[in-house]
């Protein structure tokens, strides 16, 4: 009997051994903190984008700062306002070996564009109404207007393969991805690793290293561990209070670049006590943003200027300054509005989706409760706030960023009419966006979005808390590697000493 | 020296002195703590414990991320672990203990339906029920205790249902059912007070599952929510930060290792005074 | 013997009828999918079409009934979240966890068997004294301190160990020693116990007067009959440890039924954790089955 049971035993663990069984080939390794549901194009989440990006690429490039440059299309010019043509590289191939034309372009635009492709990106080139063959390296993308953002937005948008989705169907398309990008899909298991091989024949040049695996690791800690172990040699999402311990490891250097995302927290104005500007304005005083910063974010990222925008994003506005923290004015404001200081106020966040957030979260309540008012923390897991951002219903106060990418456009959409996730409206808020999106001029562009960041200033539909960074840490065995601002995963032009 | 360690009272004098001290510590944590366990300063945070290079005596056991003092962090804590363990563990028992008297005593179709149903849930992983359901209403002491107590009740259930069984075959409660006792006088009067000892072996040992239970559940975000300060929270909270704050996750992991360790002790304690030849673990 | 496998086998479809039912009606009332998986810039025929896929505009029992009798065909619906059919995201993550399990299985049964032989021969003794202390603290042990710090330990302090994630054998020994903790402790008390109660038996008493060694009376006489209260016990502890698995796997990244369970009901993909509920439940009753076999392979009647 029990002779019988160890050759199974040994089966089984067996199994597992031949996985990892890479002998002279390099393997980059990289632990991400999430994973999306799956490598399906256009999940609205930098998590995906990450992933996809591999081995898909965007007409237009962007690099870790933000800077867009060409990408799978050369060069572009306007035709008339509502057209832009895009001349495309030739001589790019699909993974499995056949060329990449306009073809697949117009099919990827047109595709997508149709509401009941449910495409969680389409936001990004809302304007864009479809796109034509000219010949098999030119393109010409439609707009339903002018559309000032539609070059920075197609950035976001990768392009597929028309005849893998004719022969294979779409549930093939996201199992199996083919791309032009530089790596190869080979396995991916949701919520453990994604491998993939180096594409030899990358246009933009074969990556140094024959494999890549980005593992999921949730636990922060484990994350860092694994790194300094030398399990992993890029990590992302590093806890700042962790840092210190891989400065000090001597293995590991950090990497770090400010985002365009503006951690804000929106209060409900539509309901007692937020109804009230008053209250808004004292809540304002009552945060010490700049001590939260030093303390929480060890500095890194910056303190937002009393609006959305980062300090590099087209459209800031620096000629507003954040409200001083004023404990007392707080108060006096807070009696004088009549608050009722017995009523709970919960400040709902997510739980490791931003730098810090649960941190944030609970030190703005630590000194909400300084001033009296009784503030408490409710972490909210990622179905349930969802269904909460649909329904319009995140309670009182809730803490999120908004992703500029560089433009205004992009984060400011989020407070209009149009954007469909505000719940404080203003008529000239909104006219003033309708604006700057339709007109070419950049200086004009500008002016609208500094006053439209003057107007919440001045109505405070949320309390405006920090720019904030993007930690990564860095294997010293690793070179040419950089932190990104959009949370993409650039790794093609790493080299493994 | 070793002999002695593992007699029974000593267990029970120990295992129980150290729950009493905590229970006491609990409800008078307002005059031991020394500092508002939710008062935060962030020029504090991170603090090492006094003996430790960099520490303090104003922080005995060193702040936690917020600069909260963890001292009064876990004396605070020790109020709402116990308020949970206790009463998810008196609810769990007499769901079980209702259900198991029931299904004993009166047997036939009401056996069939009960042990069934308690057969089905010992298929279902307890932490499964309780992810499900703490995932569903939401977080909260109370919700927690609710989960908790409703994830275990089939443990008592089928022992009582045993013993009952076993109890009603005795002469002495066939001669009352003889002379015409009514069901509930039987139940109360002869059957209970033979449950005793049993009963009160099994929910000392529960208590302790349920402390660990809501550790778990801490653990993976389904706990009482923050800022409470609760055992499991605080070694919830401290493991991202093991490696730079150990001393938050250690404290908080002992202080539930001792007493769940009392506990322990104290439940095989009275075990063993109970009944000397029941020394099975649970 | 077969009618007590004929009684688990009656019993399990009423189990996992109790157990869809619960989970289902749970995740359904406290989430609607529509509003979770269609984000604000949805289509009403997006909403149409989720909501006729899932039926959300019938009644709910009768949207378990239909789920029911998909089910009878083998269809578990399809994955909110990944899109694929939900018993496909479930079965890759099946064979990790059984890995996992019988590993940590593995490590209980033989250390606590070994373990508790010891402590009952030594009885009241020095040895019996550290590990019976050393059983009741592991007992008290939260099982996730207990994984960290073996992180800290062997990945970071000694860097034997990777830290997590799955691979190779080495993978496995930190999250399968965690996870034997759950079990390993009480084992090791039932076989003291177990064994404690056989020495005193007539059989035992006979052997010994028959001039056989200690340890060959121990091997031969008290293990084989001491198999029997351990299996019952193993059948009880088979859910624990499925559900401590599920704290194990979150530590150490591995990628088991465990996370996905996790990840699933947070996102309310109610077919995805209605796979999962079922699997597993499928798994403690034959897992207890097997238990009701090998029970009656090792008769307790076989004395020597």
């Not at chain 1, 393969?161 to 991916?188: D, L, S």
């Not at chain 1, 695996?213 to 992302?236: M, N």
């Not at chain 2, 949970?84 to 179709?109: D, P, Q």
């Not at chain 2, 022992?159 to 509930?184: C, H, M, N, W």
Request: net charge positive; proline share 5%; charged share 15%.
């Amino acid at each position: 009997m029990r002779t019988r049971i160890v050759p199974v035993l040994a089966a089984l663990f067996s199994l597992s051994a031949t996985t990892l069984a890479f002998s002279a080939e390099k393997t980059l390794s990289v632990a991400a903190a999430v994973f999306p549901r799956s490598l399906q194009t256009g999940q609205s989440s930098f998590a995906a984008l990450s992933l996809i990006a591999q081995t898909n690429e965007a007409l237009v490039g962007r690099d870790n700062a933000g800077n867009i440059s060409p990408g799978l299309a050369l060069k572009w010019e306007a035709v008339n306002e509502t057209t832009t043509r895009f001349h495309l590289r030739q001589g790019v191939k699909w993974h499995d070996g056949k060329d990449f034309t306009a073809e697949d372009v117009a099919f990827t635009i047109n595709r997508i564009v149709d509401p009941k492709v449910g495409y969680g990106l389409l936001a990004r080139i809302g304007q864009v109404s479809g796109a034509k063959v000219v010949d098999k390296y030119t393109v010409d993308i439609t707009t339903k207007t002018i559309f000032p953002t539609l070059v920075r937005g197609l950035s976001d948008i990768v392009i597929e393969p028309k005849h893998y989705y004719e022969q294979a169907g779409e549930q093939a398309v996201i199992q199996r991805p083919i791309g032009t990008g530089p790596f190869i899909y080979k396995t991916y298991v949701p919520g453990d690793r994604y491998e993939l091989t180096a594409n030899k024949d990358y246009w933009g040049g074969a990556p140094k290293y024959e494999n890549l695996v980005i593992r999921q690791i949730p636990e922060a800690a484990t994350r860092v561990a694994s790194l300094i172990a030398g399990e992993t040699q890029i990590i992302e999402e590093v806890p700042v209070d962790l840092i210190e311990q891989i400065e000090s490891s001597g293995r590991a250097k950090i990497d770090e670049i400010t985002t365009s995302a503006g951690l804000i927290l929106t209060y409900d104005v539509r309901k007692p006590p937020f109804n009230n500007p008053k209250v808004r304005e004292a809540f304002d005083y009552a945060i010490n943003k700049p001590a939260i910063f030093k303390e929480i974010l060890k500095s890194r990222g910056e303190i937002l200027d009393g609006q959305l925008l980062t300090k590099s994003t087209l459209g800031y506005n620096p000629e507003i300054k954040a409200r001083p923290y004023d404990p007392e004015k707080a108060k006096a404001l807070l009696k004088e509005a009549g608050f009722n200081f017995k009523t709970t106020v919960p400040l709902a966040t997510q739980s490791g989706k931003y730098t810090s957030d649960v941190d944030i979260a609970n030190v703005v309540a630590g000194m909400l409760n300084e001033i009296g008012v009784n503030a408490t923390v409710n972490v909210v897991e990622g179905g349930v706030w969802s269904q909460m951002s649909t329904a319009l219903e995140m309670g009182p106060l809730h803490m999120i960023a908004w992703y500029s990418l560089g433009d205004a456009d992009f984060s400011s959409v989020w407070f209009t009419k149009l954007g469909k996730r505000s719940v404080w409206i203003n008529e000239e808020y909104d006219a003033l966006f309708t604006k700057a999106r339709s007109t070419s001029s950049e200086e004009e562009r500008v002016k609208y979005y500094n006053e439209m960041m003057a107007l919440m200033h001045k109505e405070n539909p949320a309390m405006f808390l920090f720019g904030l960074p993007s930690i990564y840490a860095v294997s010293n065995s690793i070179t040419g590697f950089g932190a990104a601002s959009d949370k993409v995963l650039r790794v093609n032009k790493a080299e493994l000493k | 020296m070793a002999r002695s360690l593992f007699k029974g009272q000593l267990k029970l004098w120990l295992g129980g002195g150290f729950v009493l001290a905590v229970v006491l510590m609990a409800i008078f944590a307002d005059w031991i703590a020394p500092y508002d366990p939710y008062r935060q300063n962030l020029l504090m945070r991170l603090k090492p414990p006094a003996w430790m290079e960099g520490g303090s005596t104003r922080h005995l056991l060193g702040t936690d991320n917020y600069g909260r003092d963890l001292l009064s962090r876990l004396i605070y804590g020790a109020r709402i672990s116990l308020l949970v363990g206790v009463s998810s563990m008196v609810l769990s028992c007499t769901i079980g203990l209702v259900a198991g008297i029931f299904a004993g005593y009166k047997g036939g179709r009401c056996e069939q339906v009960i042990m069934r149903l308690a057969d089905a849930h010992m298929a279902f992983p307890d932490i499964l029920l309780a992810i499900v359901m703490v995932a569903a209403m939401g977080g909260g002491a109370f919700n927690l205790i609710l989960v908790l107590g409703i994830s275990r009740w089939m443990i008592y259930a089928r022992v009582i249902f045993g013993l009952t069984r076993s109890i009603k075959q005795r002469p002495f409660v066939e001669a009352a059912a003889s002379y015409g006792a009514k069901d509930v006088y039987i139940t109360f009067r002869h059957i209970l007070p033979q449950l005793v000892p049993v009963l009160t072996v099994l929910a000392a040992l529960q208590v302790a599952q349920m402390i660990l239970q809501e550790t778990a559940l801490s653990f993976l975000g389904l706990g009482v929510p923050p800022p409470a300060a609760t055992w499991g929270n605080i070694l919830a909270e401290g493991r991202d930060r093991l490696f730079v704050a150990p001393w938050i996750a250690n404290a908080a992991g002992l202080a539930i290792i001792l007493l769940v360790l009392s506990v322990n002790l104290f439940g095989n304690g009275l075990r063993e005074r109970f009944d000397p030849r029941m020394r099975q673990a649970a | 013997m077969l009618r007590t496998i004929a009684h688990r086998l009656t019993l399990a479809p009423l189990t996992l009828l109790l157990v869809s039912f619960v989970t289902f009606i749970i995740l359904r009332v406290t989430g609607n999918p529509v509003d979770i998986y269609l984000d604000i810039n949805r289509t009403p025929e997006q909403v149409a079409a989720l909501t006729e896929r899932l039926h959300l505009d019938k009644p709910l029992l009768v949207q378990y009934l239909i789920y029911l009798r998909d089910l009878v065909q083998g269809d578990f619906g399809q994955s909110l979240q990944y899109g694929g059919p939900a018993i496909d995201a479930v079965i890759t993550s099946i064979g990790p966890t059984l890995r996992l399990l019988s590993a940590a299985l593995l490590l209980a049964v033989t250390l606590g068997t070994v373990a508790g032989l010891v402590a009952a021969v030594y009885r009241d003794r020095f040895p019996d004294a550290v590990l019976s202390a050393l059983a009741v603290a592991g007992q008290s042990m939260p099982s996730f301190w207990l994984g960290i710090l073996l992180i800290q330990l062997f990945a970071l302090k000694m860097q034997w160990l990777p830290t997590s994630g799955s691979g190779g054998f080495k993978y496995l020994i930190l999250p399968a020693l965690t996870l034997s903790a759950v079990l390993l402790p009480n084992f090791m008390l039932v076989t003291r116990t177990a064994v404690l109660d056989l020495m005193n038996e007539q059989f035992v008493a006979t052997a010994r007067a028959k001039g056989l060694s200690r340890i060959r009376i121990l091997l031969t006489h008290i293990l084989p009959n001491a198999a029997n209260p351990l299996l019952s016990f193993l059948g009880i502890q088979i859910g624990t440890l499925m559900g401590g698995s599920i704290i194990t796997e979150s530590i150490f990244g591995w990628p088991g039924i465990g996370r996905l369970m996790i990840s699933a009901v947070s996102n309310r993909d109610a077919p995805v954790v209605l796979a999962t509920v079922f699997l597993v439940s499928i798994t403690i009753i034959l897992a207890n089955l097997v238990v009701d076999v090998l029970h009656s392979i090792i008769d307790p009647r076989i004395r020597h």
